[in-house]
């Protein structure tokens, strides 16, 4: 009995420290293994299959003005491309996410020519998904999305996007991103990217309101940032605006 909650004991703390990330992909019925921290750089880099952005390790990043915010560390390019029609969904793929608290919001960029020549600090991301707090009663026991997301029986939490039904066809960029704000004024962002072919008819782009840059987008003091949800000003309530501005869906539905 007692060894028995020593052990479960030391897998909790285990977990605890274990952060995560998104290493997975699907369209369909299509898999697309991305980018594995545990595996040897060699074994993945440049392999042909490889469709994300390699990510060091499942660690967050901490602030705002990091670099690294954009598509984690270091973000080197993928040589492929996961081939997707707008209106579809790509949804990703996590084993054990652990954390509960927090908005997951999901973004494009358009790569003009090629993604791995793209400067993903420069260029101008839109956001196409997010999902903050689903219910009450307060930000610290309610139930957000990531909570709802997250999954602890050891199977895989399955998060769909997507992908705007009218947006132009051509080369993207995708970035997942899950912001945890479970300890007081220190948001862990957890940043994943990979690289798309879409296809379809769309003809639409977002307009310049909607484009922003990693970093840039975020501001440190954000009150949706720099939060305390157990003690903080509106701790204590439902009100949470996710950071990041408004959502792109591409106004409509694609006519076939
Ligand atoms: C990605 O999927 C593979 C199966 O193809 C699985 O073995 C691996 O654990 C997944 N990666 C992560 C980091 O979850
Ligand atoms: C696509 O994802 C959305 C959630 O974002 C879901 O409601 C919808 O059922 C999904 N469509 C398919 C075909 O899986
Ligand atoms: C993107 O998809 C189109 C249509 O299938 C294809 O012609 C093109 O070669 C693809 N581009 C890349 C870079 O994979
Ligand atoms: C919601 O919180 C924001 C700060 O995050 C604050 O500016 C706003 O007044 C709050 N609204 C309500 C209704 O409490
Ligand atoms: C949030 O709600 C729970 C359950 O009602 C309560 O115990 C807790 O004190 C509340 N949190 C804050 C910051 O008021
Ligand atoms: C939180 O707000 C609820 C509803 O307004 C209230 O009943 C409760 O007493 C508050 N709890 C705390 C700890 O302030
Ligand atoms: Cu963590």
Known sequence: MAFALLAWLAILT?????????????????????YDPSTPTSDQLGQPWMIQREWASIDPIFSVDDKYIACNNPGTPPPSYIPIRAGDNITAVYWYWLHALGPMTAWLARCETDCREVDVNKVKWFKIWEAGLLE???????????????NWDGSPDLWPVTIPARLKAGLYMIRHEILSIHVENKPQFYPECAHLNVTGGGDLFPPEEFLVTFPGVYDKGDPSINIDVYAGPTANSTNYTIPGGPIWDGFGVLDK
Do not use: C, D, M
């Open 136 to 150: 009450g009663p307060n930000l610290s026991e309610g139930l957000w999305y990531q909570k709802a997301f997250q």
């Open 14 to 34: 285990r977990l605890a420290y274990a952060h995560g990330g998104l290493a997975n992909y699907t369209v369909g019925n299509t898999w697309y293994r991305g």
